[in-house]
């Protein structure tokens, strides 16, 4: 099966933005009114497989949209959002940007098992970011 994103006609949404590297459009599902996913045009999975040049291009499209989200709903806040990996359940990378309003049933759910802030596990991120930065 063809990915969905990755041919324009196969989305049946509105389109609100495109650009040579990304496209934006209204989500089939919306969490609330506005939301919408930003994808890139070429097809990725996801964010660290993206180019630096696509995934800053995607970051300033969402800062155009929120700007656009806050002056026609005027929500308490705003989502920017994405899973990864199994948790991607397209199979293109996308990014939702939407408005938020308290009381409006999103949330983002905790386990209730405590976890713990552990130095060892941030030193190891810390070292993995020094070897890729080189």
Request: net charge negative.
């Amino acid at each position: 099966m063809k990915c969905v994103f990755c041919y324009k006609k196969n989305i049946v949404t509105d389109f609100i933005y495109e650009d040579e590297m990304v496209m934006a459009f209204m989500d089939m599902d919306p969490i609330n009114e506005g939301h919408v996913l930003i994808v890139p045009r070429e097809h990725y999975l996801d964010v660290d497989e993206i180019p630096d040049e696509v995934l800053s291009n995607l970051i300033l499209v969402s800062k155009k949209i929120v700007a656009a989200l806050k002056e026609i709903y005027r929500p308490d806040g705003y989502s920017i959002m994405q899973n990864g990996g199994e948790f991607n359940d397209v199979g293109h990378y996308h990014l939702h940007v939407f408005p938020r309003y308290k009381n409006d049933g999103f949330s983002w759910t905790y386990s209730s098992e405590k976890k713990e802030v552990n130095a060892d596990i941030a030193r190891e991120i810390r070292k993995k970011l020094l070897i890729s930065s080189r």
